[in-house]
DNA sequence: TAATACAACTTGTATAGACAACAGAATAAT
DNA sequence: ATTATTCTGTTGTCTATACAAGTTGTATTA
């Protein structure tokens, strides 16, 4: 299984900035240090730094070059980007308490019917988290991912409690890409009460589906989304 | 004022494509024949057809070809998805009522101001439109456009009810990808009732900023969406 | 007939090089 | 001192080529 040049470095360089090897705000090396380090010539490293102003990790300037993705005000959530890194980048304090797994079940939720397609597999790792900004909840999220060629995942916490970060170091598993489907839905009782809110309250239900550098190992979540103190923000 | 050629295919494609000379579910020309009409190398061509695919005009399947994607031509940058078969099976595709305007306007929606940057222009042209689907009221749109360098555009209707696609051919303005927040709010009276909802329902509300092939020219809109029967969906 | 192999197409990846356009710093001219 | 110019390093655009790999239809073979 050849994996191309692009995407190696592509993943080289989303460790080393969600590590903090290049900081947030920083420049990233040129394009032509990049080619002498990975042996490769402009047009495919520019290829990496492109899917990563993509993924939204980096921000690009002609004439000055590839800069780190800064904070911004409302969470960048409808990107790639993990939470963990999203909060952590915008500098406002993040928690995530996870309320229930990881455990090993089916993908009994009908909601995610229409973004599987055909066989799907049998057993997914479950999670149940809530998620906090400055000690106020804002997002209730379910997450299944597929229970394959994941030795000891179960067992083991999560690396800095990231799931994308603990994929990509430990199972060298990069999420890639997303679709999701947006909806406004009124709360109901469960998610209402974690999110601190009233019962039937408006809140952003997103169901999303993560492609990742596996083939066929797709990561789904659905989220719900108080939206009264934080916005999400997507670009294009 | 130079405009690169990638960009100038870009723009010729998306052009045919939004008037039908290749049709929704079709195959775009290969990349060689690409090359051949338009004098260019397939690294260029490659650059203008993955540019149409991030804005979602197309799809690409190695070894198949480019095919045109389905609905997009009536809802803008907007891609519908759960009753779209039957909207596109149909071939009834969504209606435009223009409410209010076109008038020109200074932007005074506060809801705006974390999207502008800097100096902004004095005055807009502004629209109140509802648009349908099957009949039936999916979203309600506000959108304002700077008054400058647009001869006659509040005399003259929009083409085919468009107004990207008169904006790209009547004035050679591309409107080329966009940021936008979202978030779940409550309906007010009047776009409940615009949406044949009620009031208070969960209605999605999606602030964008649009951004052209013209220097400083963006549009803005802000959208009451009723998700009851259609999602949002993004590709990224 | 059904399976296999092949051929001709497609897009994907990658190399090597060239010049243009932009940003910022250093230098020269006023 | 201030302004203009030049220089250097950066990303943006584009050419020309080559081979890999996926898709599909056709021909061959068992």
Redesign the pocket.
Same mark, same amino acid.
């Given at each position: 299984m050849?994996? /191309? =040049?692009? +995407? %190696?470095?592509q993943a080289s360089l989303k460790e080393k900035i969600t590590s903090g090897v290049y900081e947030e705000g920083g420049?990233? /090396?040129? #394009? !032509? #240090? =990049?080619?002498a380090e990975? !042996? *490769?010539? +402009?047009?495919? $490293? +520019? %290829? *990496? =730094? !492109?899917e990563l $102003?993509r993924e939204g990790y980096i921000t +690009? %300037?002609? &004439?000055? &070059?590839?800069t780190v993705s800064a904070s911004r005000k409302s969470l960048g959530l409808l990107s790639l980007k993990g939470w963990t890194e999203v909060v952590v980048a915008s500098d406002r304090h993040g928690k995530t308490l996870v309320l229930e797994g990881p455990i090993v079940k089916k993908l009994e939720d009908s909601a995610f019917k229409p973004l599987i397609d055909e066989e799907s597999h049998e057993e997914f790792i479950f999670f149940k988290r809530l998620r906090l900004v400055e000690d106020s909840p804002v997002m209730y999220e379910h997450t299944y991912i597929p229970n394959e060629n994941l030795p000891n995942f179960i067992k083991e916490p999560l690396l800095e409690g990231s799931l994308f970060r603990t994929l990509l170091i430990k199972y060298q598993i990069d999420v890639q890409s997303m679709t999701q489907e947006v909806r406004a839905v009124a709360a109901d009782k469960e998610t209402a009460s974690l999110l601190k809110i009233k019962s039937k309250s408006p809140v952003l239900h997103l169901l999303r589906k993560y492609k990742t550098s596996i083939d066929g190992f797709f990561l789904y979540s659905s989220i719900y989304c108080n939206t009264e103190k934080f916005a999400i923000s997507s670009f294009n």
């Open positions: 050849k994996i /191309p =040049l692009y +995407r %190696q470095i420049l990233l /090396p040129s #394009e !032509n #240090e =990049l080619c990975f !042996n *490769a010539t +402009r047009m495919t $490293v +520019r %290829q *990496a =730094l !492109n $102003v +690009r %300037q002609h &004439g000055k &070059g590839s």
